[in-house]
């Protein structure tokens, strides 16, 4: 079993529709939930990032994590064909020096 | 732009070659990673550098090995090469060597493609 589990979609949204991604984990040593969002070609760029439980907003962007049922989500609001990109969850735990990530879910936004 | 180089951005090379890639972290950055990217298997760390110094390995094969040069560049280096090389290679940074290396910075990556 993974560490990090993510479905890799792929999937395809309406322009303004919200956009849910979620990953689950099995190591209850992860402290730090971060979102990263990787274009075609390109190399992960860091969205979000959360310690511990709880919401964090930014923007059109919402991340959630739920520690008890060790799943976190990425919500996207008023999503936007810019917004088409595969989208990666990783994980660390407190004094870590690397990031287990998920297999990332491709996300189309249809204008 | 994430402030994090590699170079070079595509090679191709037959098996049973070595190749070196190169990396220049964001300024100020003291920690470099390696990672490997292929489809089946998503991102998976290799190894990291501090100021220098190896901190931490992961899923690095013994025909690759990295170093951290006096500037804080860093190179991969892959030797024998094999098929099942071929990938994306990315580079990231951070600030610290542990603790808030959540917060890394990713380059654009190389892409190798072994033949």
């Known amino acids: 079993q993974k560490e990090v589990e993510q479905d890799p979609g792929p999937l395809s949204v309406p322009e303004g529709a919200i956009v849910s991604l979620n990953c689950t984990y099995s190591?209850?040593?992860?402290?730090?939930f971060m979102w990263y969002r990787q274009y075609s070609r390109k190399g992960p760029e860091l969205l979000m990032y959360t310690y511990s439980s709880g919401n964090k907003e930014d923007g059109r962007f919402t991340a959630q994590v739920d520690k008890s049922s060790k799943y976190i989500s990425l919500f996207i609001r008023d999503s936007q064909p810019s917004d088409s990109a595969t989208y990666l969850c990783?994980?660390?735990?407190?004094?870590?020096?690397?990031?287990?990530f998920g297999t990332g879910t491709r996300l189309t936004v249809i204008p | 732009d994430s402030g994090v180089t590699q170079t070079p951005k595509h090679l191709i090379t037959a098996t049973g070659q070595r190749v070196t890639l190169r990396c220049s972290p964001r300024?100020?950055?003291?920690?470099v990673y390696w990672y490997q990217q292929s489809l089946d298997q998503g991102l998976q760390f290799l190894i990291q550098?501090?100021?220098?110094?190896?901190?931490a390995k992961g899923n690095i094969l013994e025909r690759f090995s990295a170093q951290q040069f006096p500037d804080l560049h860093s190179e991969l280096n892959l030797s024998s090469l094999e098929l099942g090389d071929s990938a994306l290679y990315f580079c990231a940074s951070s600030v610290a060597a542990s603790g808030s290396s959540y917060e890394q910075y990713f380059g654009p990556g190389t892409r190798l493609t072994v033949t």
């Open positions: 190591n209850s040593a992860f402290q730090y």
């Open positions: 990783a994980m660390s735990g407190v004094g870590a020096n690397n990031l287990f």
């Open positions: 300024s100020g950055d003291l920690s």
């Open positions: 550098y501090y100021n220098g110094e190896e901190r």
